[in-house]
């Protein structure tokens, strides 16, 4: 979607040159792109390192996060947080986590196609912004969102394998289980350490090759 050229605080938000000054302009700019707008607490751009060179992508802030107005610190969130703290991943260190919608859909339901779209600029400003090396996609939702072409696919088959996107030159991604979906099926636990440590490995691999 093009904002028009007369809004100038989008304008000011997708202009911005640094990191720093974009999440200021989105965070304090009152959004009205969409109907999520009418509900939220706060517009919630993201939690972590904007430095680091992974950005997990979630679908869109819940209750505590549209509270605190910082992704991923509910429930789903802490499960994250151990899951990658076991493997010595810091998540607020090593990773930027975002997600596809700033604003809480109402009773945490899916985001809606329009509201998507509305808030597709910002995250592909901070894709730009980041420039990240490892993008790990959280659930079907942020999948179906970042990777436009992935209408048809089965979690099952696609979580835990690495892939790459012409449109998306030098980054490697993974599909990893949404951590909410561990929460609701804990037997898919083990499945999803074992994609974490899959991912763990090529971070170090990453991390050791002279820059
Ligand atoms: N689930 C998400 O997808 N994102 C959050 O920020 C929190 C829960």
């Known amino acids: 979607m093009q904002f028009d050229l007369f ?26 792109q969409c109907a999520l707008s ?27 996060e549209d509270l605190q107005g910082k992704a991923f610190v ?60 490892i993008i790990l996609l959280l659930g079907a939702v942020a999948l179906k969102h970042v990777i436009k072409d992935k209408t048809e696919f089965s979690m099952g088959e696609e979580a835990g394998t690495f892939f790459e996107r012409p449109e998306f030159p030098g980054v490697k991604f993974m599909v990893l289980y949404h951590p909410a979906f561990i929460l609701r099926d804990p037997r898919k636990k083990p499945v999803m350490i074992e994609h974490l440590k899959r991912f763990k490995a090529y971070w170090d691999s990453i991390n050791t090759e002279p820059s």
Do not use: W
Not at 14 to 28: P, V
Not at 38 to 64: F, Q, Y
Not at 76 to 102: H, P, Y
Not at 119 to 130: D, R
């Open 38 to 64: 009418e509900s939220r607490s706060h517009i919630v751009v993201d939690r972590g390192n904007p430095s680091a060179k992974v950005l997990m992508i979630g679908e869109g802030p819940g209750e505590n």
């Open 74 to 133: 509910g429930r789903a969130g802490q499960l994250l947080d151990e899951l990658m703290k076991n493997l010595g991943f810091d998540t607020n260190r090593d990773s930027l986590i975002i997600n596809v919608v700033k604003c809480r859909p109402p009773e945490n339901r899916s985001p809606k196609q329009e509201e998507v779209g509305a808030c597709a600029p910002f995250l592909k400003k901070q894709i730009e912004l980041v420039r990240p090396k």
């Open 7 to 32: 809004d100038s605080t989008q304008n000011k938000i997708l202009d911005a040159k640094t990191y720093g000054e974009f999440k200021e302009a989105l965070a304090r700019s009152n959004c009205t």
